[in-house]
């Protein structure tokens, strides 16, 4: 286990003697008074885990200052402890409310206290993983409802591979190497966007877009002819159909993924 990072702080300097003398082993240890500029540059190029306030009869101006550094410690997850008496950890707190994550009050051995910190930080890092393990799910189902979904449809295994590669990093893909085995698929899947092959045998990409958009609820998903062919007369036959765009073979990434980003 790597040593905790300890500030310490406070008027208390037997407790922080016994920080040094008796538990320095368990511990990263620096110090600082409670001036703001010495405990910002303390946070900064220190980095510790954990800010110990040692209290020994602090009134409250001095626990106001202590205040003034809540936000910069909640916000990079530094744990706040205080020792010291009842009476001290009670002015505290009456001060400086919910700034304390941990309170331990005297007496107390400094045994006893590094005890209580291991344990308390232990439970500290395991509450931290579960919520960065809930957030990382969160992020991964938020993802998968956000990524779309785009039908390649071509005749050319090797063109379907070489498509999906292309794509899979950041869309959903499926392929489909006739306009039969695309209808079947539409038939009880979505899909965001079809890539379709203008020329192929039995039913060429034309008749396949056809059939699609004669389905209401397949007539507004976008479609971009793939093809080979360079003619204009072909090319214009192709547009009068009214796809959303099409891509000439071979096709270069970049452009494939800046057309399929101007549609879905």
């Known amino acids: 286990m790597s040593k905790y990072k300890i500030l310490l702080s406070g008027k208390n300097n037997t407790i922080i003697d016994d920080f040094f003398n ?3 082993d368990d511990f990263c240890l620096a110090t600082t008074s409670i001036r703001y500029d010495d405990m910002i540059h303390h946070l900064e190029f220190f980095k510790p885990d954990i800010f ?105 295994p090797i063109m379907l591979k070489l498509i999906k590669e292309h794509l899979h990093d ?39 877009m056809k059939k699609i958009r004669e389905k209401k609820e397949l007539a507004d998903i976008p479609i971009i002819f793939l093809t080979g062919i360079t003619e204009r007369e072909k090319i214009n036959q192709a547009l009068a159909l009214k796809p959303q765009g099409y891509l000439l073979k071979p096709i270069d990434k970049e452009k494939l993924l800046g057309t399929i980003e101007k549609f879905i």
């Not at 009842?86 to 009456?94: I, M, P, R, S």
């Not at 799910?137 to 993802?143: F, G, M, S, T, Y």
């Not at 499926?174 to 203008?198: P, V």
């Open 52 to 156: 110990v306030y040692c209290l020994n009869g602090e009134n409250r101006d001095d626990l106001s200052r202590v205040m003034e550094h809540k936000r910069r410690l909640t916000r990079e997850d530094v744990i706040t402890i205080i020792i010291g008496s009842q009476e001290d950890c009670d002015n505290f707190h009456k001060v400086a409310i919910y700034m304390a994550d941990m309170t331990l009050v005297k007496p107390i051995s400094a045994v006893k206290i590094k005890e209580k910190i291991i344990e308390f930080m232990e439970k500290v890092e395991a509450e931290r993983e579960e919520q960065r393990l809930l957030q990382e799910k969160l992020a991964k189902i938020k993802e998968q409802q956000e990524r779309k979904h785009v039908l390649i449809i071509d005749d050319d």
């Open 22 to 24: 008796q538990i320095s």
């Open 170 to 208: 950041q869309y959903d893909v499926a392929t489909a190497i006739s306009g039969k085995i695309a209808h079947k698929f539409l038939e009880t899947k979505k899909t965001n966007l079809i890539l379709l092959d203008y020329e192929m045998p039995v039913e060429n990409g034309p008749e396949v």
